[in-house]
């Protein structure tokens, strides 16, 4: 499953959304999806021709805080002793070109570029060694966050779960290693964040094989792995870009929810 470097995205294009292999500037549609047995139906469209989506749709996002520690030193904490986890609702996802909407009862909404984890196959109590066998590969998210929120309500729930509060994207990049995967956040054009995973304080097989001893996850879900330094807020008609050489670049842009 790991060893071939694929790009699986998830489009819409004629009104019907599909799965395809993403190569060079074409994707071509597989069936049914790349969660096991695929294949291409031989359907191919230049990529500028679809909408990208949300690259899944995930039965949960787990979320681990305080995973860098530069982050927790811009906080001024230390980073936790064990992974500190929660969750976002699938109802906050939203794709690439997706607007990040700010409700109007906060006034501090920060942006948080993540590396996030794409599970593969159903995981229940796996062990660190045998976790990457668990992962279809790697996209990118945005952990929105009403910091002001966060900070008076003392657990996250409202501060992350907002609508349009997870965008992800552009699409699941496959068979790259866990350890050396860089991450930029810009905002309008402004470099903010730039970090990579080898700066985790719990690497990526330990995060899974850690959440699959709480929880079981499902094929499809998301590890966001949490935020290096560098988060601030977003105003309206701010553009936000999530980057990683590895990956790809998931764009959003800012407006007020309605
Ligand atoms: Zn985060």
């Not at 969660?35 to 690259?55: E, Q």
């Not at 499902?218 to 008609?237: F, K, M, N």
């Amino acid at each position: 499953m790991k060893t071939l470097k694929k790009c699986f995205a998830r489009f819409e294009t004629e009104g019907i959304v599909r799965w395809g292999l993403v190569a060079g500037l074409l994707v071509e549609e597989i069936l049914p999806n790349p969660f096991g047995a695929y294949s291409p139906t031989g359907l191919i469209w230049p990529l500028k021709k679809v909408r990208l989506l949300a690259p899944v749709l995930p039965s949960k996002i787990v979320a681990v805080g305080v995973n860098y520690a530069d982050h927790a030193k811009e906080f001024g904490k230390a980073p936790p002793p064990i992974p500190l986890l929660f969750l976002k609702p699938p109802s906050a996802v939203i794709g690439p070109g997706d607007v990040i909407e700010k409700p109007a009862v906060s006034h501090q909404v920060d942006f948080e570029g993540e590396i996030a984890v794409v599970i593969g196959r159903r995981a229940r109590n796996i062990s660190r060694a045998a976790a990457e066998k668990y992962i279809l590969g790697y996209t990118l998210m945005n952990d929105v966050t009403a910091r002001d929120l966060q900070r008076t309500d003392g657990q996250w729930s409202r501060a992350k779960g907002f609508d349009t509060f997870a965008p992800l994207g552009p699409w699941v990049m496959c068979g790259i290693p866990s350890r050396k995967i860089t991450l930029q956040t810009y905002v309008n054009g402004r470099r903010r964040q730039s970090s990579s995973t080898q700066q985790l304080v719990f690497d990526i097989p330990t995060l899974v094989s850690h959440i699959s001893h709480v929880m079981t996850l499902e094929p499809g879900d998301i590890i966001s792995t949490g935020t290096p330094a560098g988060v601030g807020p977003l105003q309206s008609g701010d553009r936000v870009e999530i980057r990683s050489p590895e990956i790809g670049r998931l764009i959003n842009t800012v407006g007020n929810r309605k």
